[in-house]
């Protein structure tokens, strides 16, 4: 089946700062979304994003189906950043499988 | 905005007894799906459900779980008789139009442990 990766696995960053995070995805998809999972646990949509780039305030995601990767940009991070954060792809079936997600910490 | 909601956030069970997971998913939706998360690892696919039917599982998805729409609101997530390794935390989500082409809603979940 097909294989997500996201790197890397773990950031530390200061409030402020800006970050890349990276998802690697072994075979074609008809679907990729980005989640942040706060520390309560709840998983939080951010894109749907099978191709293109899309932007949301400090949010942004740009999708290469054809290289098979998509990139989350998070500028001037604050702590609330805080978290795990999950690219999900849809292969050719009727479910999300999840990557192995980045652990995002953002110190004042 | 609409959301889908989960019920209870926490459920603490014995092992071997049984346990429902609650879900109403967005109101317009038409897929519904099953998800589970045991601490510190990724999200997992268990079960997806339309038309009254489950349309696709998982390998986890044995004999032990069970899915239903009862109503026209809810839906849930049945495992008959719990293991300890059932502890997880439990995603119901929903989409309109089917994962391939629509965006997937998640519920804030329901933490299942079994002592």
């Known amino acids: 089946g097909i294989q997500v990766e996201q790197s890397p696995p773990d950031l530390i960053l200061q409030e402020g700062a800006n970050s890349t995070l990276r998802c690697n995805f072994s075979?074609?998809?008809?679907?990729l979304q980005w989640f942040h999972q706060n520390p309560w646990g709840q998983l939080i949509n951010l894109f749907y994003?099978?191709?293109g780039t899309k932007q949301n305030g400090r949010l942004s995601a740009t999708t290469v189906a054809t290289e098979r990767y998509s990139l989350l940009y998070i500028s001037s991070s604050q702590t609330t950043d805080s978290g795990v954060y999950f690219c999900a792809v849809v292969e050719n079936t009727d479910k999300l499988i999840f990557g192995t997600g980045t652990r995002l910490q953002v110190f004042p | 905005e609409p959301e889908v909601t989960q019920t209870p956030s926490h459920q603490v069970t014995q092992m071997g007894q049984e346990v429902i997971l609650r879900c109403v998913p967005i109101?317009?939706?038409?897929?519904f799906y099953w998800y589970r998360q045991i601490l510190g690892q990724k999200v997992e696919f268990l079960v997806s459900?339309?038309?009254?039917?489950?349309?696709?599982k998982s390998e986890i998805f044995d004999d032990q779980f069970s899915v239903e729409r009862p109503d026209g609101s809810n839906f849930t997530l049945k495992i008959r008789s719990t293991k300890l390794e059932d502890s997880a935390m439990y995603f119901c989500?929903?989409?309109?139009?089917?994962?391939?082409?629509?965006?997937?809603?998640f519920g804030p979940g329901t933490r299942l442990t079994v002592l």
């Open positions: 989500a929903s989409s309109g139009q089917g994962a391939r082409t629509d965006t997937q809603y």
């Open positions: 459900f339309y038309n009254n039917e489950i349309s696709e």
């Open positions: 994003i099978p191709s």
């Open positions: 109101s317009n939706h038409l897929y």
């Open positions: 075979d074609s998809v008809n679907n």
